[in-house]
């Protein structure tokens, strides 16, 4: 595309714009918690509908002025939103020049308790850091090396989960299930001596409710200290087929001072959250498919497995459908050139993921549950569908969530049939709501009998 420069600056959105853009776009998403969800207010966005109309608003901005990017009247701050999927891409294809990752509000919410992480870092250390996180991560790497034992980690907790509901409940809550998810947590990451620890996630925890108020809430500098002291304690233990062993292996590898080895692991703890709430998302997407959850149970035993099936391609759509990072934040380093006009250095890019996603405009079933766009290769997907971000700033992580997520889906659906509750909450005959709170689904299950479970 043509981004030569032109004399004029970029069109701007009216200061009642900017405030319906702040106030239905940015708003909802930074009230649910940007780096903690708050359940209670996510209950009130899906019941509102919220999100669905933040996306309308900007759909209607992109009909009056085009392409865009649009810039916002925000005082004292310059900020701009991306209305054209092709400068999406663009974007983030440009990261970290001239589109830096560690924009402003990212890096005072980050700053609370990983000040030195990849994202909120810039130039040669940026390099290095994110170059770390590629190494342990394997970010290239649809297995991991390590993928073996991850599963067995998924199955042996899976086990317990539905273990339990033999004698305590038929019925699968969030809160359960959040207990199981951090338990495979803190072993694939820490190692499984830190199974129990919930200790160290509640530091996290406190650590990040304070991050969602960024700049406006004083830093936990004692909290932070305790809470490294604590991750110190598994990095030294590097405890095999966990995270912290590869870490230990690389970072002692090279002695770069500027890797900050145990400032990238918060990030690994706190991403897996999101990945949690997709699998849940996804296991009921799946109970109201049921034709595609056989298919896709089906296809699990394939060997070699292949880099992408359906149990993966149903959490990717469960990310599609309700993206679990809205805001992808980023910030020009420079003055850039845009068909409609110049962009000023230092100007925050905001690209919704939502508006992308859900836009019936191009996706002819933006709406739907349609898993199969994922098994098609990479290549026929040119339109913005960037759950794990795009370009050289996408997550590293991407190939583990999908790997832990999907292992868990089939290690649940062959233990038991399970049945969304109630089950009018989400149908495969009607348009998928706006947002799914994952904190408010229910699921009942029958377990399948202790012969079948073995077989499992
Ligand atoms: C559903 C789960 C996840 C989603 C949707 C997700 C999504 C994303 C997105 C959108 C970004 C880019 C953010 C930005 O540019 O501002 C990102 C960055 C990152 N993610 Fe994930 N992520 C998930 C889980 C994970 C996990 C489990 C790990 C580690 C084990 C991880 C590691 C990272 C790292 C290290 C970065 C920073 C990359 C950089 O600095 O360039 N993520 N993730």
Redesign the pocket.
Known sequence: MDRRSTPDGLPTATLRETIAIISQVMAPNVAKGVILRRPNVVGMVERFGLDAKGIRQLQALSKKYGRGPLMLKVPGKKMAVVLDPADANHV?EH??EPFA?D?AL?RSALGHFEPD?????HGEA?QT??QL?ER??QSGCPHHLFADAFTQVVEEEADALVARTNTRFDELDWPTFQRAWERI?RR??LGDSARDDRTVTRELVRLRKAANWGFMHPKRKRLQQRFEQHLAFYYQQAEPHS?MAMLFHHSTEETDSDQAPLQ?VP???F????????AFRALALLCVHPEFAARALDDVNDTPPPDMDCLKAS?LEA?RLW???P????QSTQPTQWTPGEMPAHTSVLIH?PYFHRDERYLHAAHRFTPEMWLRPDGERRWPL????GG???????H??LL??SRLLAALLRRARWELHPPGKLSSETPMPGLLSPFHLRFRLERFSSDDATTA
């Open positions: 983030l990261t970290p990752t924009e990212k992480m990849a994202l909120v870092s940026r850091r994110r996180n342990v991560l947590v694939v990451v995270l990238q990030q690994w703890l991403a897996f959250d999101p990945a949690g709430m997709a959490v990310l993206p679990t990072t805001l992808i934040l980023r993921t960037v759950p794990f971000s050289p700033g996408i997550c590293p992580g991407r583990i969530v832990v997520t």
